[in-house]
């Protein structure tokens, strides 16, 4: 399948590390976030969502930190494996007039063993 | 979470032709959302369609361009109109599940030669 990322910046890290993936978002009225993973030939998929009102938020093996004075949001994985290897985006929730979700950059994460 | 599927999963259209891309989602939702993702690209917002009312295009898309359907509260498509190279890409639909955030379909390849 087609490949995801080619010119997205690339994290490599090594199997068992952990990885530190960042994001920073655009709208300071934006009140929800969501990290996604995408794999090559899939649709995005949900890894952990945090609300505006939270800092941080852990799930298993990830969590989410949120900086609103920064307008930061990051994405940390403990013990990294290969199937981690995917692209990641943050999207953030714009309120607006209705819900919309609008995409960050994203970043490839590259695990060697 | 809700299930999307989205038709077809990939294609190959000559230039000048039209594309029409259907989503369908296994629960009914209210708004459903039109992404085009550019290869080796984020996401990008190309239009909010709510079943009843006019699409509601972001900036730099056009509705002769990619005309959209809601008919009811499963379904909608999406057509490619005089399709250019310019074109290719993945193209997804999104659909908001209260908590549980937004949910992709797997996405539609599509290549214009």
């Known amino acids: 399948g087609e490949s995801v990322g080619l010119h997205l910046p690339t994290l490599s890290v090594q199997e068992g590390d952990n990885s530190i993936i960042n994001c920073a978002y655009s709208?300071?009225?934006?009140?929800?976030f969501i990290w996604y993973k995408q794999e090559s030939g899939k649709g995005p998929q949900f890894i952990i969502d945090i609300r505006s009102n939270m800092d941080k938020r852990q799930g298993q093996r990830v969590t989410v930190l949120l900086n609103k004075t920064v307008k930061h949001l990051s994405l940390q994985i403990a013990a990294t494996q290969p199937g981690d290897s995917a692209v990641y985006f943050c999207?953030?929730?714009?309120?607006?007039?209705?819900?919309?979700?609008?995409f960050g950059a994203g970043t490839r994460l590259a695990v060697h063993p | 979470s809700a299930v999307i599927s989205q038709k077809p999963s990939r294609d190959i259209c000559q230039r000048g032709t039209s594309l029409t891309i259907q989503c369908q989602v296994d629960?009914?939702?209210?708004?459903m959302f039109w992404y085009r993702q550019q290869p080796g690209q984020s996401l990008t917002l190309i239009a909010t369609?709510?079943?009843?009312?006019?699409?509601?295009?972001e900036s730099g898309f056009v509705i002769d361009k990619f005309p959209i359907s809601r008919p009811n509260l499963t379904f909608s498509t999406l057509t490619v109109s005089n399709m250019s190279p310019e074109d290719s890409s993945i193209y997804l639909c999104?659909?908001?599940?209260?908590?549980?955030?937004?949910?992709f379909g797997s996405g539609t390849r599509l290549t214009v030669v």
């Open positions: 999207a953030e929730n714009n309120p607006g007039g209705y819900n919309k979700l609008i």
């Open positions: 629960s009914q939702v209210t708004m």
């Open positions: 369609a709510n079943q009843g009312s006019e699409a509601t295009y």
């Open positions: 709208n300071s009225a934006s009140d929800y």
């Open positions: 999104s659909v908001e599940v209260g908590r549980e955030g937004y949910t």
